[in-house]
């Protein structure tokens, strides 16, 4: 029976196709080519050229089509409402009974005259439970950050969807090149990618750390780029106050606005990550200090890995994380209150074999939709990352990236960290992975599209003209829509196999290495006023001279 149905099945395919070639080659020819080209075109020749016999035209989104995303879709949850509570009550205990070291004196200052509890002579800080809960109530619940171009500010919090460029990596990689250390020319080429998509709101740190300039004076070099090669938000490490202060300026300058002005309008973030388990280290503090003073953005990011640096438990490391967090984001508020902060979540397990980080697991999938819970119980904006552990652009990168897309869309993401690029666990800024995180962020955002049920999307009266029967290739219906129907994928491959087989069997490996290439030749830097650019380069050239900061080296 089974093969009686196959057969019945393929007669009925070769049928349909009889009927309606003719109108599939009309449809393939209003897509590939030029109406006055087409009579001249043997009829083989045209099928082959569309449809799954090639690959199709790409056609390049509107400019504004990936600005500004909204998820409007229900959030997952793993926590009921009662496993929410004990999981904030048990954080709540970590913070009060055991505490959290705190490597800066002028941080336990702070902490001290706002309410906290100094044990003399050491670094523990204690925090009692409704401090706690007093500067959470302060935390914006939503701001928007400033890019230069205000087309690219970008909004955070509520349902807000912002994705950012991967991050810090110490190493680089592309086909032709492979592993390599981070250097200035590849920096640079991601940083225009990064400019290159819609989808890429902002970039996220350093894309790939180019080790060929000075520490001293890398961060002048590489925030300088931020400010030319892109018009988005970008942002500062903090690795010392002096860093903190030199990103603010320059951000300020990139700008083109006053002080003043840069403090009532949030222009620059940080991502500030616990020394875990449990400790705040001095850099860190110093960073939160610069910011949160000067109303900039600081995200606190715990890096809390199950096995290894928190409790072997996902609710144990969640709790771990939210007790972390809670002590960052509440110093935020001790400098200032109603300075903007984000809840970031990091929470993944090891390979208990070799001790390994893991990611897009179904641990990370549950701690990134419990983390989501959390923020939203705070009413705080909520960073989590796409991440997986893949060392090459295979399967398991796109599916451990794809479950974690899932998760952090699902639980309620609002700034994604490490959206595209990540590879090898983050040590890894991939060329090829970039493109490959692109075309499904893109996937993401036509997904959280609302789905279209006005009169004319119903489609009633093109149903009404086919009938019983009929197909829908040729009906004006179809003809007025068919370039932007659907999403057109910048990777996959529709061709059938022999087709397929004829052109070498390209993979999404290949795939990807030419669109990024071709992706780096038509770059366009945004525009610059010759003015901020001259007083740019003249606030860099002086800090130099100054020897930028400080290094052992």
């Given at each position: 029976m089974?093969?009686?149905?196959v057969?019945?099945g393929?007669?009925?395919?070769?049928t349909?196709?009889?009927?309606?070639?003719?109108?599939?080659i009309?449809?393939?020819?209003?897509l590939?080519q030029?109406?006055?080209d087409?009579a001249?075109?043997p009829v083989?020749?045209?099928?082959?050229?569309?449809?799954r016999g090639?690959?199709?035209?790409?056609r390049?989104?509107?400019?504004?089509?990936y600005?500004?995303?909204?998820?409007?879709?229900?959030?997952?949850t793993?926590?009921?409402?009662d496993?929410?509570?004990?999981?904030?009550?048990?954080?709540?205990?970590?913070?009060e009974?055991?505490?959290?070291?705190?490597?800066?004196?002028?941080?336990?200052e702070r902490?001290?005259?706002?309410?906290?509890?100094?044990?003399?002579?050491?670094?523990?800080?204690?925090?009692?439970?409704?401090?706690?809960l007093?500067?959470?109530?302060?935390?914006?619940?939503?701001?928007t950050?400033?890019?230069r171009?205000p087309?690219?500010?970008?909004?955070?919090?509520?349902?807000?969807?912002?994705?950012?460029q991967?991050?810090?990596?110490p190493?680089v990689?592309d086909?032709?090149?492979?592993r390599?250390?981070?250097?200035?020319e590849?920096?640079r080429?991601l940083v225009k990618?990064?400019?290159?998509?819609?989808?890429?709101h902002?970039?996220g740190?350093?894309?790939?750390?180019p080790?060929d300039?000075?520490?001293?004076?890398?961060?002048?070099?590489?925030?300088s780029d931020?400010v030319?090669?892109?018009?988005?938000v970008?942002?500062v490490?903090?690795?010392?106050?002096?860093?903190?202060?030199?990103g603010?300026?320059?951000a300020r300058i990139?700008?083109?606005i006053?002080?003043?002005?840069?403090e009532?309008?949030?222009?620059l973030f940080?991502?500030?990550?616990?020394?875990?388990?449990l400790?705040?280290?001095?850099?860190?503090l110093?960073?939160?200090?610069?910011?949160?003073?000067?109303?900039?953005?600081?995200?606190?990011?715990?890096?809390?890995?199950?096995g290894?640096?928190?409790?072997v438990?996902i609710?144990?490391?969640?709790v771990q994380?939210n007790?972390?967090a809670?002590?960052?984001?509440?110093?935020?508020?001790?400098?200032?209150?109603?300075?903007?902060v984000?809840y970031?979540?990091?929470?993944?397990?090891?390979?208990m074999k070799?001790?390994?980080?893991a990611?897009?697991?179904p641990?990370?999938?549950k701690?990134?939709v419990?983390?989501?819970q959390?923020a939203r119980?705070?009413?705080?904006p909520?960073?989590?990352?796409n991440?997986?552990?893949?060392?090459?652009?295979d399967?398991?990168?796109?599916?451990?990236?794809?479950?974690?897309?899932?998760?952090?869309?699902?639980?309620?993401?609002n700034?994604?960290?490490?959206?595209a690029?990540?590879?090898?666990?983050g040590?890894?800024?991939?060329?090829?992975?970039f493109i490959?995180?692109?075309?499904?962020?893109?996937?993401?955002?036509e997904?959280?599209?609302?789905l279209?049920?006005?009169?004319?999307?119903?489609?009633?009266?093109?149903?009404?003209?086919?009938?019983?029967g009929?197909?829908?290739?040729?009906?004006?219906h179809?003809?007025?829509?068919?370039e932007?129907?659907?999403?057109?994928?910048?990777?996959?491959?529709?061709?059938?196999?022999?087709t397929?087989?004829?052109?070498?069997r390209?993979?999404?490996?290949?795939?990807?290495?030419?669109?990024?290439?071709?992706?780096?030749?038509?770059y366009e830097?945004?525009?610059l006023d010759?003015a901020?650019?001259?007083?740019?380069?003249?606030?860099?050239a002086?800090?130099?001279?100054?020897?930028?900061?400080?290094?052992?080296?």
């Amino acid at each position: 029976m089974a093969s009686q149905d196959v057969q019945q099945g393929k007669k009925a395919n070769q049928t349909g196709a009889a009927l309606h070639m003719g109108d599939v080659i009309k449809l393939e020819n209003h897509l590939e080519q030029p109406e006055a080209d087409v009579a001249d075109t043997p009829v083989e020749r045209r099928r082959r050229g569309g449809g799954r016999g090639a690959e199709r035209t790409r056609r390049a989104p509107a400019t504004s089509k990936y600005l500004n995303l909204v998820n409007t879709t229900a959030k997952s949850t793993v926590l009921s409402e009662d496993a929410l509570e004990a999981v904030h009550q048990a954080s709540l205990t970590i913070l009060e009974e055991i505490g959290m070291d705190v490597i800066l004196p002028e941080a336990r200052e702070r902490m001290k005259a706002a309410g906290a509890d100094v044990t003399p002579g050491t670094d523990r800080v204690r925090f009692d439970r409704g401090l706690i809960l007093d500067m959470m109530a302060s935390v914006p619940p939503a701001f928007t950050l400033h890019a230069r171009n205000p087309l690219r500010n970008v909004e955070i919090g509520g349902n807000s969807l912002v994705f950012a460029q991967v991050a810090s990596a110490p190493f680089v990689a592309d086909r032709e090149g492979g592993r390599r250390a981070g250097n200035q020319e590849d920096f640079r080429k991601l940083v225009k990618l990064a400019q290159s998509y819609d989808v890429i709101h902002t970039t996220g740190g350093y894309p790939v750390e180019p080790v060929d300039i000075h520490a001293s004076v890398r961060h002048l070099d590489c925030l300088s780029d931020m400010v030319k090669l892109t018009d988005k938000v970008f942002h500062v490490y903090s690795l010392g106050k002096q860093r903190n202060v030199d990103g603010i300026e320059i951000a300020r300058i990139g700008r083109g606005i006053s002080m003043e002005q840069m403090e009532r309008e949030p222009s620059l973030f940080t991502i500030i990550n616990t020394s875990s388990p449990l400790r705040l280290d001095g850099p860190m503090l110093q960073g939160i200090i610069e910011m949160s003073s000067r109303n900039q953005v600081v995200v606190v990011t715990p890096f809390t890995l199950a096995g290894a640096m928190a409790p072997v438990t996902i609710a144990g490391a969640v709790v771990q994380q939210n007790a972390e967090a809670l002590a960052g984001i509440a110093f935020t508020q001790m400098v200032r209150r109603g300075a903007p902060v984000m809840y970031g979540g990091f929470t993944s397990n090891v390979d208990m074999k070799t001790g390994a980080p893991a990611f897009g697991t179904p641990e990370y999938m549950k701690a990134v939709v419990a983390g989501g819970q959390l923020a939203r119980k705070y009413n705080i904006p909520y960073r989590t990352s796409n991440t997986n552990a893949s060392n090459t652009i295979d399967a398991q990168a796109a599916y451990e990236s794809a479950f974690s897309l899932w998760a952090l869309t699902q639980g309620g993401g609002n700034f994604i960290m490490h959206s595209a690029g990540w590879s090898e666990g983050g040590l890894t800024a991939s060329f090829e992975k970039f493109i490959l995180d692109v075309d499904m962020l893109q996937m993401v955002a036509e997904y959280l599209t609302p789905l279209d049920v006005s009169a004319d999307a119903l489609g009633l009266d093109a149903v009404r003209d086919v009938g019983p029967g009929g197909h829908f290739f040729g009906t004006p219906h179809t003809l007025a829509r068919y370039e932007t129907a659907f999403y057109s994928p910048i990777l996959s491959d529709w061709r059938n196999f022999e087709t397929w087989t004829e052109a070498g069997r390209p993979t999404t490996y290949d795939h990807a290495n030419r669109v990024f290439k071709e992706k780096l030749n038509t770059y366009e830097k945004p525009p610059l006023d010759p003015a901020i650019e001259d007083e740019l380069d003249a606030f860099v050239a002086r800090r130099k001279e100054e020897g930028g900061v400080p290094t052992d080296f």
